[in-house]
């Protein structure tokens, strides 16, 4: 059974950088797909953030990218997301999940998730 | 950017039947995907590339496509469906995955 948990803080200052570890058990990150975070605010719909292969290939949600980097351990089989310069906007529920397919990356979904992890942005 | 629509609430009576649309003008060249998602829970799959469903999920849940439009029908809702759904897919160009906003189901 695949499984993933995130980690880190779950309070950031505005203008600093949020860092989350997804680490995933049950399953090699190295054995393939994409491995994605996707971030619901508080009573809000879920957005997709971005997703990575093991390669460290990368697909990013356009509206986020210039403040996202996305990185890959397959030594310790953990994936990890960094965001930067942060605002109170970005206050939510972060999940990680498998981003799964075959054939090209527009038929992929996310068959398994972590439980999430609230990270707020404050003072 | 691009978008799905979703309708915001969709309500039913026990043993009825649920219908939760979901469009978007690359609807008819990418696959959509279902999520249900209870209170304080992560989402869970339950319809992938229109119409197929994952082990473990009841029979009574499958999706459709029609042009522009995507449906998730639900027959004979459970009070145990009550939940938020959300559809999933990418735009035309096959590398920015979007959400829709999400529909509440209410079992009355």
């Known amino acids: 059974q695949v499984q993933l948990q995130e980690s880190g803080p779950g309070l950031v200052k505005p203008s600093e950088t949020l860092s989350l570890t997804c680490r995933v058990s049950?399953?090699?990150?190295?054995?393939?797909?994409?491995w994605g975070w996707i971030r619901q605010p508080p009573g809000k719909e879920l957005e997709w953030i971005g997703s990575?292969?093991?390669?460290?290939?990368?697909?990013?949600n356009p509206s986020l990218k210039s403040r996202v980097t996305m990185s890959v351990d397959t030594s310790t089989n953990q994936f990890s997301l960094k965001l930067s310069s942060v605002t109170a906007a970005d206050t939510a529920v972060y999940y990680c999940?498998?981003?799964f397919g075959s054939g090209s990356y527009n038929k992929y979904y996310f068959d398994y998730w972590g439980q999430g992890t609230l990270v707020t942005v404050s003072s | 950017s691009y978008e799905l629509t979703q309708p915001p609430s969709v309500s039913v009576s026990p043993g009825q039947t649920a219908r939760i649309t979901c469009s978007g003008d690359?609807?008819?060249?990418?696959?959509a995907h279902w999520y249900q998602q209870k209170p304080g829970q992560a989402p869970v799959l339950v319809i992938y590339?229109?119409?197929e469903r994952p082990s473990g999920i009841p029979e009574r849940f499958s999706g459709s496509s029609s042009g522009t439009i995507v449906t998730l029908t639900i027959s004979g809702v459970q009070a145990e469906d009550e939940a938020d759904y959300y559809c999933?897919?990418?735009?035309?160009?096959?590398?920015?995955?979007?959400f829709g906003g999400g529909t509440k189901l209410t079992v009355l």
């Open positions: 999940a498998r981003d």
């Open positions: 049950g399953y090699s990150i190295s054995s393939g797909y994409y």
């Open positions: 990575i292969n093991h390669s460290g290939n990368t697909y990013y």
């Open positions: 690359a609807l008819p060249k990418q696959y």
């Open positions: 590339k229109h119409s």
């Open positions: 999933q897919s990418a735009d035309s160009s096959g590398s920015y995955k979007v």
